[in-house]
């Protein structure tokens, strides 16, 4: 089966660091995308993880642990452009599936 | 390159009615999918189509139906619209729909069912 879970929503303050956590449970788990959504904007692509560990692209990284069933996607220098909801997408054996997202609120 | 072009963007149906969406794939990318996103619910994986053929179903009722055609271009359908069906309707595509295949979405398309 599958279960994401992530916090609804979230708030920050410009320059700040924010940490967005991720728990699943996907059978046949086969990587984890992480993607941001504007309102009223498609889904972009921000990050994939397939194995234990943190990647690290600009102010944005993220981490996996396989075993914990757990990722986190880690926001620094925060700019109020990145207020938008963050979806959290682990693979399974056939196919992406999307939790709920969280929604951040940058506030200067 | 082209991203990934969906039609129409916003549309008003009634209840009973059908309707059909498309979506344009990036040029290359051989894997469509679909998804409906609603503000409770997110975004629910529908259906995922691969050279023409549907390689994947979500848990949606029969009036959600879908084909992908020969240049890769795909089509939805939903029969006999409910109120329900209001949502964004979101197609994606990437060149193989596994791994670690990154999906590009569409714009979507919204449909409000009054």
């Known amino acids: 089966g599958q279960n994401i879970d992530q916090p609804t929503e979230m708030t920050a303050t410009e320059g700040a660091i924010v940490q967005i956590n991720c728990t699943y449970q996907?059978?046949?788990?086969?990587?984890l995308f992480w993607y941001q959504q504007h309102a009223g904007e498609a889904p972009t692509f921000l990050s994939y993880n397939v194995l234990d560990g943190l990647e690290e692209k600009g102010r944005f990284s993220s981490f996996l642990s396989r075993s914990k069933g757990y990722s986190y996607l880690l926001l620094k220098e925060l700019q109020m452009k990145d207020s938008a909801s963050y979806l959290c997408?682990?693979?399974?054996?056939?196919?992406?599936?999307f939790g709920t997202g969280t929604r951040l609120q940058v506030f200067p | 390159k082209a991203g990934v072009t969906q039609t129409p963007r916003y549309l008003i149906k009634t209840r009973g009615q059908q309707v059909t969406l498309s979506c344009s794939p990036i040029?290359?990318?051989?894997?469509v999918s679909w998804y409906q996103q609603t503000p409770g619910q997110g975004l629910q994986f529908l259906f995922e189509y691969f050279s023409e053929t549907q390689r994947n179903k979500g848990n949606f009722p029969g009036r959600f139906s879908g084909r992908q055609f020969s240049n890769s271009r795909s089509e939805m359908n939903v029969s006999t619209l409910e109120l329900g069906d209001s949502a964004l309707y979101l197609c994606?595509?990437?060149?193989?729909?596994?791994?670690?295949?990154?999906?590009?979405f569409g714009a979507g398309s919204r449909l409000t069912v009054l």
């Open positions: 997408a682990p693979r399974g054996p056939d196919k992406l599936i």
């Open positions: 996907t059978s046949g788990f086969n990587g």
């Open positions: 994606a595509s990437s060149r193989s729909g596994s791994g670690a295949n990154v999906l590009t």
């Open positions: 040029s290359g990318h051989r894997s």
